[in-house]
């Protein structure tokens, strides 16, 4: 026999395979004898072709609970014709002399010369079977033989139970083909980090707009498992992108021996396909990326970058977060010039510059383009990605979709017209300056047909890639419309629908953040709450959707899409004696960068002050009023901090306000207790407020006041104004 299973093993051999054969998956072909001869007391006998040998697929003798299951057992046994005109027949499938079978089921036998032999004289249970027939095997209790002696079966009669049986042969479950993992790359922007300085600071995926919750979401329910066979790749964008892409190499590496797959698939998003791109034309490439799919990638760059590039002008609405971002880091690293820092030191800003004529300046009269590179920034990076050998083997190394979108004919910054810089001094706008664009007119930024961010033909720059174009879709929208095509790509399966979960309209942001040395609370109009828990000192977030940084950062601010309307109240813990701001803003698309609405204030170690503001929706942007909640102590407090603090640069006028306030505190207890016997009996007070505050412009021009306690003093005056008021 091919293999010849005795009873007696080796005392060498462990314990669990001492007395257990387990033959699976293999060819068992062609022995002069039996394929298996079994005379042990256990044998596991499963999903093997058991073929062409000369005698029986199997002989069982004494052996113990056989299992023998999903085999093919086919063309076993010889027939021998002699001159005679005799025929000599033997073998076949299974024969069985005695032991005790455990199960003989779901085998395929077909063209045996016998399809099973019961030698052992007691019955046994071959059901669920196929015998190579719908109408099951043929019972006889001798030889039998059909046209050509090797389709039919031969049983004992009466000592086997070969019903029911099966009318097909049996084929067993295929596991649906393993989808290689994915990787979601993120944009700019598209990443934040969250939590504490330190080992708990993590990279987390677009907290603030949520754009790729609806896509993960999809992918889950089309059977990715997110950190088994989908993973996210958040990174810090303001990095050089072949930093990142580097940090891409070792990501795929670590799933590659996650999940033992040779290749990886990858959707990246806007300047995450610049950066995956980058990868796989460089010489780190390894040859595991298959399928990647471009989402609204600015292939040729987009010239909002010009703007924060050389102006540190930000577009947009995460505009306001992100300068924000950039203003914090600027003075970390000791920069006075948010522009300077931001073309130093945020390269991916360079990175995204356009690589053909987009600046336009008047000659004789007229608007007309410069040529590019001639007095443009640079940008390298693009110029050397779309070097043509570097783009045919982009499309030689994986397969390529890139899908794009159109917003509208004028719904994306295409052009920028220019005019001498007309500040040299102030490390601004070297290339030339949007016309008056500071002072808000917009007349210089000429809008075009894109996806809102990059323009038409930046997206569409890639030749010989297959190429799916959507229509209405703006830059942030794709990652959700293109849900049926990018899953299509990637299991050969299409979706019905798209998944649209809470966040895919996002309407407006409410974007509140701190300058140190505080950390905050905010309470929406429903009482919950996000931010940090003054009485446990952790974090909480009550409203879906919110973001909190984390406290302990350096930039701590919270975002709230789509804000409920209503009253809310910010409530600030000192984490240090100094001078802090608050900013609340609502933010929006739209070509303008939005103003900061700030208000300052001094604070002390362990101290809490409140803050209050209404937000209501309308058509126009929101106007949001800080209201503090302040008496004439905080006032008066306020005012002695700031003198310590050296921001009272003259006794005599500290001395002064702080009389003044004294008095109108007296004034305001003694008409608290009689004002019901009196109409509007504190507008005496209100107007010596009033009086107050424009004294303090003169102070500040006198440089009596530094424009820090005019700030705190004035929004002091006024919040105090506003509540007297009611």
Not at 363 to 373: D, F, H, K, L, T
Not at 672 to 677: A, F, G, R, V
Request: hydrophobic content about 35%; aromatic content about 12%; glycine content about 8%.
């Amino acid at each position: 026999s091919m293999i010849n299973i005795k009873s007696k093993f080796s005392r060498y051999m462990s314990p669990e395979f001492r007395n257990k054969t387990i033959i699976v998956n293999s060819l068992i072909a062609f022995s002069k004898s039996n394929g298996i001869y079994n005379e042990g007391k256990l044998t596991v006998i499963n999903k093997n072709s058991i073929t062409g040998n000369k005698s029986h697929a199997i002989e069982l003798e004494g052996g113990y609970q056989n299992s023998i299951l999903y085999n093919n057992i086919y063309n076993n046994g010889t027939i021998i014709h002699y001159p005679s005109g005799a025929i000599s027949r033997w073998g076949g499938g299974i024969i069985f002399k005695g032991g005790i079978l455990l199960s003989i089921e779901y085998n395929n036998f077909y063209n045996n010369v016998f399809g099973f032999i019961n030698a052992a004289g007691t019955q046994v249970d071959i059901s669920n079977n196929y015998w190579g027939s719908e109408l099951g095997p043929i019972v006889c209790s001798g030889y039998c033989s059909g046209a050509n002696g090797r389709d039919s079966i031969s049983l004992v009669e009466g000592m086997a139970v070969y019903e029911p049986f099966l009318t097909d042969a049996y084929v067993p479950e295929t596991e649906p083909e393993k989808p290689e993992p994915v990787i979601i790359v993120p944009g700019i922007m598209g990443s934040w980090e969250k939590g504490a300085e330190g080992i708990n600071r993590r990279w987390v995926i677009d907290p603030i707009l949520h754009t790729y919750d609806n896509l993960i979401e999809a992918m889950v329910q089309s059977g990715y498992v997110l950190d088994e066979s989908l993973f996210l790749f958040p990174y810090n964008w303001r990095s050089n992108n072949v930093l990142t892409a580097g940090l891409l190499k070792d990501k795929i590496d670590e799933i590659k021996a996650q999940t033992k797959s040779e290749k990886v698939d990858i959707v990246a998003h806007s300047m995450g396909g610049l950066v995956s791109r980058y990868y796989v034309q460089s010489n780190e490439y390894e040859n595991d990326v298959d399928q990647l799919i471009f989402l609204n990638t600015p292939h040729q760059g987009a010239p909002e970058s010009y703007l924060s590039y050389e102006g540190a002008y930000v577009m947009g609405k995460f505009g306001r977060v992100k300068k924000f971002a950039f203003q914090i880091e600027a003075v970390k690293h000791g920069y006075l010039s948010l522009a300077k820092y931001i073309r130093e030191q945020v390269v991916s800003t360079e990175q995204l510059l356009p690589v053909y004529d987009y600046l336009q300046e008047q000659v004789n009269n007229n608007w007309q383009y410069r040529m590019y590179p001639v007095q443009y920034p640079r940008n390298t990076f693009l110029e050397n990605l779309n070097a043509v050998p570097a783009v045919e083997a982009l499309q030689q190394r994986a397969d390529i979709t890139n899908i794009i979108s159109s917003f509208g004919a004028n719904s994306t910054l295409t052009a920028i017209r220019v005019i001498p810089d007309p500040d040299i001094y102030d490390n601004k706008w070297m290339d030339g300056y949007p016309d008056d664009i500071e002072g808000g007119d917009l007349s210089g930024l000429i809008a075009g047909n894109g996806d809102g961010t990059v323009p038409y033909s930046s997206l569409d720059f890639l030749n010989g890639v297959q190429i799916i174009e959507m229509a209405d879709a703006e830059h942030r929208e794709i990652v959700t419309k293109a849900q049926p095509d990018i899953i299509e790509i990637l299991t050969g399966k299409r979706p019905e629908d798209y998944y649209e979960g809470p966040w895919s309209a996002v309407k407006r942001v409410l974007f509140i953040r701190v300058y140190s040395p505080v950390d905050f609370q905010v309470i929406a109009p429903d009482g919950n709450v996000v931010g940090k828990d003054f009485a446990s000192g952790a974090e909480i977030n009550e409203i879906p959707g919110a973001f909190y940084s984390g406290f302990d950062t350096e930039t701590e601010f919270i975002t709230i899409i789509n804000p409920e309307e209503g009253d809310y109240q910010v409530k600030l813990q000192g984490t240090d004696n100094g001078i802090y701001e608050l900013g609340i803003d609502i933010l929006e698309d739209g070509f303008a960068e939005q103003e900061e609405n700030l208000m300052s204030g001094i604070i002390s170690a362990g101290d809490e002050e409140s803050f209050n503001f209404n937000y209501k929706e309308s058509d126009q942007t929101p106007a949001i009023v800080i209201q503090k909640e302040i008496n004439f102590e905080d006032l008066i407090n306020d005012l002695e901090e700031l003198y310590a603090n050296n921001e009272i640069n003259k006794k005599s006028t500290y001395k002064s306000l702080r009389a003044k306030f004294k008095h109108l505190s007296k004034k305001y207890d003694k008409i608290e207790k009689k004002k019901k016997y009196k109409k509007n009996p504190n507008q005496h007070i209100i107007r010596s407020l009033e009086k107050t505050n424009k004294k303090l412009r003169h102070y500040l021009k006198k440089n009596q006041i530094t424009q820090t306690a005019y700030d705190i003093l004035n929004n002091d005056i006024n919040s105090l104004i506003n509540k007297i008021t009611q």
